[in-house]
């Protein structure tokens, strides 16, 4: 650029322009069900991006000790990784949040298509509207607490169930969450509630209910990486406890977040009430 600037000083585009130009963004579908993401960014843009998944990058616990303090397993997810699910993390805000544009007057809502036996398997795949495939385990994850409606079909290709929003917690259901957990209930997490998915400890799709004894905050990475560590989660008093796996605790002693206790346990204002998923 300096080097057309010498050569054709008259001929040139002012910097901010020139930035303005060059902008672009392009994401491309891959065979295997990723996505490749490309692109230049004007400074402004790109600053507002860094500031975004900055904090949501940062390193979270992955193994809490006793005292919900992390002992030595910390965030095994590499910075780009981390950045990824930083990512992932706005989306799913901005989904949940209802404050997109419509799209053919259909709000913006990602729907799956399913087959009725690979749902109930939890095998194969779900397929979305441009072709995107998502393995069912995953699907029925992000079913529990996005706009991410599945489409379940017969083998005939007649649509049995079209999952119904309703599963996701109402508004001041989730004002309720987040006066009582304040953030991701597991253990040594400090994310804000701003940033947590309503998690249904006994899974919606498994006939667990939206009620506040079936549902806590959690953020989107322990959301998505606690039941396949072996990690379990159910409703004492009105206060999510959370039981480690067999391999990290032999008495699997129940833990609770430092946040919870000190708002709720000090004060002995919980209902009594459990509900442990299965």
């Known amino acids: 650029v300096k080097l057309v600037d010498v050569l054709d000083p008259d001929g040139t585009l002012a910097a901010d322009r020139l930035a303005q130009d060059r902008r672009h963004l392009q994401l491309t579908a891959n065979r295997d069900g990723t996505y490749t993401l490309t692109g230049r960014l004007t400074g402004t843009t790109g600053a507002a991006l860094q500031a975004t998944l900055s904090p949501l990058a940062k390193p979270r616990p992955d193994t809490p000790g006793?005292?919900?303090?992390?002992?030595?397993?910390?965030?095994?997810?590499?910075?780009?990784?981390?950045?990824?699910?930083?990512?992932?993390?706005?989306?799913?805000?901005?989904?949940?949040?209802?404050?997109?544009?419509d799209s053919g007057g259909t709000p913006a809502t990602v729907i799956v298509t399913i087959s009725a036996e690979d749902l109930t398997a939890r095998t194969g795949t779900g397929e979305t509207s441009d072709g995107t495939l998502i393995p069912a385990a995953r699907l029925l994850e992000l079913a529990n607490e996005a706009e991410i409606l599945p489409a379940v079909l017969t083998a005939p290709g007649e649509c049995l169930l079209l999952g119904r929003s309703r599963r996701i917690a109402s508004r001041?259901?989730?004002?309720?969450?987040?006066?009582?957990?304040?953030?991701?209930?597991?253990?040594?997490?400090?994310?804000?509630p701003e940033w947590c998915d309503r998690h249904h400890i006994r899974e919606w799709v498994d006939g667990g209910t939206t009620d506040l004894d079936n549902l806590t905050?959690?953020?989107?990475?322990?959301?998505t990486r606690f039941a396949s560590r072996g990690w379990t989660?159910?409703?004492?008093?009105?206060?999510?406890?959370?039981?480690?796996?067999?391999?990290?605790?032999?008495?699997?002693?129940?833990?609770?977040?430092?946040r919870i206790r000190r708002k709720h346990l000090n004060n002995h204002t919980a209902p009594a009430t459990t509900v442990r998923r299965q």
């Open 233 to 258: 989660c159910h409703i004492t008093n009105g206060i999510p406890e959370w039981t480690p796996p067999h391999w990290h605790d032999k008495q699997q002693q129940p833990l609770i977040n430092n």
């Open 172 to 192: 001041h259901q989730t004002y309720a969450l987040i006066a009582r957990d304040g953030g991701c209930s597991f253990p040594g997490c400090t994310h804000p």
């Open 66 to 101: 006793h005292d919900s303090a992390v002992h030595g397993h910390e965030d095994g997810r590499t910075y780009g990784q981390r950045l990824h699910d930083a990512l992932d993390e706005v989306c799913g805000r901005l989904l949940r949040s209802g404050g997109l544009p």
């Open 217 to 223: 905050l959690l953020c989107r990475y322990h959301h």
